[in-house]
């Protein structure tokens, strides 16, 4: 599988962005997904993950009721929707997935995931 993401940018505070992950392959719904960000001298940390089909999604507190992630299996993407951005948030954003076959599960260490895209820069300004 091949990601890649898109839709970062530059943001005032309290805006929204979307992002946007676009898979290769004929099986994208055996994947699990996820989105990680880094941000400037800091580790990855874990933003929000969801099953194979989007019927489980799971997120960081940090970006919980913020943020929502979602999927097209009959499109190949996946997405994460980021509303009332904060300063904070800055980072660059990482789409990943992880084969799960049919299995109904979401992940949350990035060391778990098989495939990464190769991040989109978003940036929040206050």
């Known amino acids: 599988v091949q990601l890649q993401a898109s839709g970062g940018g530059l943001v005032q505070a309290g805006g929204s962005l979307r992002l946007s992950c676009a898979a290769s392959?004929?099986?994208?719904?055996?994947?699990?997904m996820g989105w990680f960000r880094q941000a400037p001298g800091k580790d990855r940390e874990f933003v929000a993950a969801?099953?194979?089909?989007?019927?489980?999604?799971y997120y960081s507190e940090s970006v919980k009721g913020r943020f929502t992630i979602s999927r097209d299996n009959t499109k190949n993407t996946v997405s994460l929707q980021m509303n009332s951005l904060k300063p904070e948030d800055t980072a660059v954003y990482y789409c990943?997935?992880?084969?799960?076959?049919?299995?109904?599960?979401?992940?949350?260490?990035?060391?778990?995931?098989?495939?990464w895209g190769q991040g989109t820069l978003v940036t929040v300004s206050s």
């Open positions: 969801t099953n194979w089909n989007g019927g489980i999604t």
């Open positions: 990943a997935a992880k084969f799960v076959g049919s299995g109904n599960y979401y992940y949350t260490i990035g060391d778990e995931y098989d495939y």
């Open positions: 392959g004929r099986t994208f719904s055996t994947y699990a």
